[in-house]
């Protein structure tokens, strides 16, 4: 039976990148027009206020600098995977990011890590990785390839779930799926070894939603409402749960759950098709 005690939280080391080149001047993805301008002052407040919430929650937070020409790199989820300390990097899939991927992979190598993998198959980091302890969830349908899966299986030997995303607007799996406990430990333990997650199940095929069922029976399931305010778009910490501001029938069920439930403002990165989980990559290990 899923308990509802108040969480731990677990100290968190993320990567994140300043929007200082942020535009919206071509669209890749069912968000992003560029009659829509950008304001960059904002966008860069909005992205403040996430890095300084995370610090002020107890998180490390590194910065990668931003790169003329490379607007999304504000979006640092998409540049790699991390996983006991090994990196598999990003490929992406529309050429106007392609140049990310180095970036990202030179980054990692310059903090000294030693097992940087440059990927053969597209794969677009954590917006189709999700990581728990048993499992790598992996989306696929828009960006990341299929051959992506068995190549992080193999880097990473753990099993890889292959998730097939239907809808155009939730093109990552971090649009629409969230992991609220990976079951590492640092919550009470009721997610069990396999974690908990939330989710949005319009965005998954039939089959898809009948293995979410299956592994996480107990998830939290979001309302369309909520996916489309990208709600699924968050970060949790085991115990607080940073969510855009708008989700707000997440926010009850979630405190249900035992987690914190913290709002954040992030619509000008929207413009772009991002949110929370989209400015955040995880360093583990």
Not at 118 to 136: Q, R
Not at 248 to 256: D, N, Q
Not at 262 to 268: P, S, T, V
Request: aromatic share 8%.
């Amino acid at each position: 039976m899923r308990s509802t005690a108040p969480r731990a939280a677990t100290p968190r080391r993320y990567l994140m990148c300043p929007p200082a080149h942020f535009r919206v001047t071509y669209s890749i993805n069912p968000w992003m027009d560029p009659a829509k301008p950008v304001d960059i002052p904002l966008a860069l407040a909005q992205w403040e206020d996430l890095r300084d919430r995370y610090l002020a929650l107890g998180h490390t937070v590194e910065e990668l600098e931003p790169r003329p020409g490379l607007p999304d790199m504000v979006f640092a989820a998409n540049g790699a995977t991390v996983v006991d300390g090994r990196v598999l990097g990003a490929r992406f899939a529309h050429p106007e990011r392609a140049a990310e991927a180095a970036v990202h992979a030179a980054w990692f190598r310059e903090q000294g890590y030693a097992d940087v993998l440059e990927p053969e198959h597209i794969n677009e980091g954590e917006g189709d990785f999700a990581v728990t302890a048993s499992w790598l969830l992996a989306g696929r349908g828009f960006r990341s390839s299929p051959l992506s899966h068995p190549e992080a299986q193999e880097f990473f030997g753990r099993p890889v779930i292959g998730l097939d995303l239907v809808d155009p607007r939730y093109y990552h799996l971090d649009t629409a799926l969230c992991v609220l406990d990976d079951g590492t430990g640092g919550t009470d333990g009721s997610g069990g070894s396999d974690g908990e997650i939330m989710y949005y199940p319009g965005a998954f095929s039939a089959g898809s939603r009948e293995v979410l069922r299956r592994l996480f029976p107990d998830a939290l399931i979001a309302s369309e409402e909520d996916a489309a305010a990208l709600g699924l778009n968050a970060v949790s910490d085991g115990r607080h749960v940073v969510l855009p501001q708008a989700a707000v029938g997440l926010f009850e069920p979630l405190r249900a759950r035992g987690y914190e439930p913290i709002g954040m403002d992030l619509g000008e990165l929207l413009k772009g098709g991002g949110s929370v989980k989209c400015c955040t990559q995880e360093l583990r290990g």
